[in-house]
T-cell receptor, first 108, second 121 residues
Framework: SSEVTQDTAVSVALGQTVRITCQGD??????ASWYQQKPGQAPVLVIY???NRPSGIPDRFSGSSSGNTVSLTITGAQAEDEADYYC???????????FGGGTKLTVL | QVQLQGSGPGLLKPSETLSLTCTVS??????????WTWIRQPPGKGLEWIGY?????????NPSLKSRLTISVDMSKNQFSLKVTSVTAADTAVYYC?????FGPGAFEIWGQGTMVTVSS
């Protein structure tokens, strides 16, 4: 089992805003990164260290944190945003990395 | 532009040793402060961090796998490798190599394409 947990699935209407969350005690101390994975492809880093986007990631992706929860927000979701999203951070010891179980995003 | 290319046998029998290699192109495995990392994903399931080797040569392994793991670097070939001993069906997964460190630790900014490994008798 993962030390950071995510909702299994979330849906959003095209053009609307969606928030995907990740919870865990370690998130009170450590920042998180977010990855997007489409079927048959390797994951892609979309947010790192709270709210930084790598070059090439649209600015509709943003990150935030509060207490033991980190969030990935997509403002104005597009059809191409339909994918699995994984959060990633340290475990409670701070010594190892863990991934959340992933959230399947459906764009309606 | 750095790229990673994983390779290795796709089919193993239980109790055998899994050996995968990740070739780094467009950059050097020995330069910079990077964590050369392995991550896996069982079919239909989520991502699992396996471990890394840092540019200094130090390693860090997932405690649930540590007793069976070795991650090493071959600078002459510009590669890093993963060995997992005594595999079982639970080790069946897509294995990804990745680089961490360009944005600070904890952000895997470059990934290989993934290598499917099946463990079956």
């Amino acid at each position: 089992s993962s030390e950071v947990t995510q909702d299994t699935a979330v849906s959003v209407a095209l053009g609307q805003t969606v928030r995907i969350t990740c919870q865990g005690d370690s998130l009170r101390t450590y920042s998180a990164s977010w990855y997007q994975q489409k079927p048959g492809q390797a994951p892609v880093l979309v947010i790192y260290v709270k709210n930084n986007r790598p070059s090439g990631i649209p600015d509709r992706f943003s990150g935030s944190s509060s207490g033991n929860t980190v969030s990935l927000t997509i403002t104005g979701a597009q059809a191409e945003d339909e994918a699995d999203y994984y959060c990633h951070s340290r475990d409670s010891s701070g010594n190892y990395w863990v991934f959340g179980g992933g959230t399947k995003l459906t764009v309606l | 532009q750095v790229q990673l290319q994983g390779s290795g046998p796709g089919l193993l029998k239980p109790s055998e040793t899994l050996s995968l290699t990740c070739t780094v192109s467009g950059g050097s495995v020995s330069s910079g402060n990077y964590y050369w990392t392995w991550i896996r994903q069982p079919p239909g399931k989520g991502l699992e961090w396996i471990g890394y080797i840092y540019s200094s040569g130090s390693t860090n392994y997932n405690p649930s796998l540590k007793s069976r793991l070795t991650i090493s670097v071959d600078m002459s070939k510009n590669q890093f490798s993963l060995k997992v001993t005594s595999v079982t069906a639970a080790d069946t997964a897509v294995y990804y190599c990745a680089r961490d460190g360009a944005f600070g630790p904890g952000a895997f900014e470059i990934w290989g394409q993934g290598t499917m490994v099946t463990v079956s008798s």
